[in-house]
């Protein structure tokens, strides 16, 4: 059984770089043909996809937050890594990481991280 878990700081600073860790188990993430996303759902809206990593290391980035989002990996702990930066209360959402097939839909998530952004 794989499991996500995501975890992080819960208020950020505006302007800061918010940074979330997702520690998976039951799987390695360097296995082949999948693919991992972080995905958030801010209060009242849907759900937003971030962007991921897959096992090849490459990673892929939603337009609208390509010049503040950087995604890694360590192999070695078997997590990914999330950083946001330059964050404004627009980025209060609930953060989630999640498992995709390549070329397929998600069939694990984590239970969600909420982030909210403040002064």
């Known amino acids: 059984q794989v499991q996500l878990q995501e975890s992080g700081p819960g208020l950020v600073k505006p302007s800061q770089t918010l940074t979330l860790t997702c520690t998976v188990s039951g799987g390695s993430i360097t296995i082949n043909d999948y693919s991992w996303s972080w995905i958030r759902q801010p209060p009242g809206k849907g759900l937003e996809w971030i962007g991921a990593i897959h096992y090849s290391g490459n990673t892929y980035y939603s337009p609208s937050l390509k010049s503040r989002t950087s995604i890694s990996r360590d192999t070695s702990k078997n997590q990914l890594t999330l950083q946001l930066s330059s964050v404004t209360p627009e980025d209060t959402a609930v953060y989630y990481c999640?498992?995709?097939?390549?070329?397929?839909?998600?069939?694990?998530w984590g239970q969600g991280t909420q982030v909210s952004v403040s002064s």
């Open positions: 999640a498992r995709r097939v390549v070329g397929t839909g998600y069939d694990y």
